[in-house]
């Protein structure tokens, strides 16, 4: 069965930073892409950015191209996002996926990121 | 392009009812459509993937199509529960862009 940890959320200031993990288990992580989505509160779903799986590639949402980095460690079985320059605007809760032919297939339960002053 | 669905829906315990998803642009046969549920205080769970494909788990009262005409997709859940109350969600994957596209969510109420 897959399962997906994710863990680093917390309350950060306007401009700081905040490294999330995502911690896999059921299936083997190095042989398929992984994605972030985050959800604002009372929002909607929005896809954060993906990665393949041996992390040759990856993508990002324009709202987050050049302040968040994705990243994997394909022998501890964890995906990352790394989010620099954070604004009121990313306050959401951040997703972790397995992706089935480009789209999340298997969600984790999230990790809430609130960016406030 | 954009993935436009209703904002709310609703019908009656035991009824039928459809939630659309309408592609702005490009064919909806292009890309494969998922469907997500999310009930509230929870995370999305996939219903629908490959446009009409069930995960193993998903009851069978919850069915996806394209239909090329319209460019759109229908999610179709049958026998509604009070469970089924919920947000849903239509996805595609822009694939020359490399970009995954959400639909708005369509929330559920079951009468």
């Known amino acids: 069965e897959v399962h997906l940890l994710e863990s680093g959320g917390g309350l950060v200031q306007p401009g700081g930073s905040l490294r999330l993990s995502c911690t896999a288990s059921?299936?083997?992580?190095?042989?398929?892409?992984m994605s972030w989505v985050r959800q604002a509160p009372g929002k909607g779903l929005e896809w954060v950015s993906r990665?393949?799986?041996?992390?040759?590639?990856?993508y990002y949402a324009d709202s987050v191209r050049g302040r968040f980095t994705i990243s994997r460690d394909n022998s501890e079985d964890t995906l990352y996002l790394q989010m620099n320059g954070l604004r009121v605007e990313d306050t959401a809760v951040y997703y972790c996926?397995?992706?089935?032919?480009?789209?999340?297939?298997?969600w984790g339960q999230g990790t809430l990121v609130t960016v406030s002053s | 392009f954009m993935l436009t669905q209703p904002h709310s829906v609703s019908e009656s315990l035991g009824k039928t009812v459809t939630i659309s998803c309408t592609r702005s642009?490009?064919?909806?046969?292009?890309?494969?459509v998922q469907w997500y549920q999310q009930r509230p205080g929870s995370a999305p769970t996939t219903l629908i993937y490959?446009?009409?494909?069930?995960p193993s788990g998903i009851s069978d009262r919850f069915s996806g199509s394209i239909d090329s005409s319209s460019n759109s997709a229908s999610l179709i859940i049958s026998g509604l529960k009070t469970e089924d109350e919920a947000d849903y969600y239509c996805?595609?994957?822009?694939?020359?862009?490399?970009?995954?596209?959400f639909g708005g969510g369509t929330k559920l109420t079951v009468l």
């Open positions: 996926a397995k992706d089935s032919t480009g789209s999340p297939h298997s």
């Open positions: 059921g299936f083997t992580f190095s042989t398929y892409a």
């Open positions: 642009s490009g064919n909806i046969a292009s890309n494969y």
């Open positions: 990665i393949f799986g041996g992390g040759e590639r990856s």
């Open positions: 996805q595609c994957y822009d694939g020359p862009n490399n970009v995954v596209v």
């Open positions: 490959e446009d009409d494909q069930r």
